[in-house]
């Protein structure tokens, strides 16, 4: 099952009477920049609440990836109910449900920190997540309805450089509110209920930090609601989730999905791993809270990357443009790995530069030629994003077993050398 629109589902979007065909509200863009804005930021939060709950907990690299995978794994699991539940009652209804359960995921941190349960915490996540995987449901599409269709692919690469604001802007304030407190290495010296006691008070700086997101979410989900009758000619049909499978035989749909399912468990793999990449002594050697201001820097470089990509994609191919940059990943994870010091450090965050266009790229590279099964294509790829559910939790695992993160930054390359290979693969004609 995948969320379509009626409008979108029945015409070529490059046809000259597209032009006519899309929602009338062209003021709900700022609401649905806002929902990009807010729920890239609190994705990007995740890195910054990993190393906290490492130390907090003793955890292996394995155990903290955790919080990526109960975070992740909601597009997996809320992906199909997610986009049935707005296609029943609309997208503005859809978009409060999802910033009404993203707010109960903020608030499932007071228990979590009041208990002292590392558990507990995962499980705010999956909520908190579950609540982001219908946003998006309602986002993606929407942004493409409200205003021609010839201009669809500038909104949404418009849209995505805001998103990618968020993911610089959180984690600058998350990693001083976060990080700046950490009492580091204490936790192994403590046991019992002075241990219990450490971790509840550590973890208030969390609390307080999603409480007031919890706030913003509630103000943001009334504003929605008091604008909720806006989308008067709003209509959807139904898709079988069979027929959305069954595009996964086509070879081109089926590796683009591949690819970002790679694509989103690399870049999330590596900006999980930054702030303890960087505490290495060959590396920089900082605390947490001092490496936790270099995320923005990771993501920054995608903020960027996006802007400048969206230039460059219209004069060059978008499979050459995926292949380089992916090839480009794979040099500075060579580097990072490698070398030390500052040239370490500034090759692992400038991998974010690289990453600003996969995404898009991939997905229009993919969906291409699909036609009226566009939607369909859409739906599954939503789904592939699980990918920043597994390929972490095995980063971690492979840092575990060698004892080394630069060893286990080899994983992310494998996934960027696919998504190269499909970039060359798709700069070739594929369809007849």
Known sequence: MALAPNLSAERDLNSPDAEGTHLDAPELQVFVLALFFIFGGITSLNDVIIPKLKDLFTLSYTQAMLVQFCFFTAYAVMGLPGAALVKRIGYMRGAVVGLLAMMAGCLLFIPASQSATYALFLLALFVLASGVVVVQVVTNPLISLLGPARTA????????????????????????????????????????????????????????????????????????????????????????????????????????????????????????LIVNYLKQPRVLGLNEAAAGLYIPWYWGGTLVGRFVGSAVLRAVSPGKVLACNAMGAIALILIAANASGHLAAASLLLIGLMNSIMFPTIFSLACKGLGRRAADGSGIINIAIFGGAVVPILTGALADLTGSLSLALALPAICYAVIAYFGYDTHRPHRT
């Open 153 to 272: 692919h500038s909104r949404l690469s418009f849209a995505q450089g805001f998103n990618s604001l968020g993911t610089v802007i959180f984690p600058a304030v998350g990693a001083g509110l976060i990080l700046g407190n950490l009492g580091e290495g204490k936790s192994d010296a403590l046991t019992g209920p002075a241990l219990a006691a450490h971790r509840m008070a550590e973890t208030q700086t969390v609390v307080h930090t999603y409480t007031a997101l919890a706030l913003a979410l509630l103000v943001v989900a009334g504003v929605v609601w008091a604008n909720r009758h806006r989308l008067k000619d709003e209509h959807h049909e139904s898709s079988s989730l069979v027929a959305s499978f069954a595009l996964l035989r086509d070879k081109r749909f089926g590796l683009g999905a591949l690819c970002i399912f790679l694509y989103v468990g690399a870049e999330v793999s590596i900006g999980s």
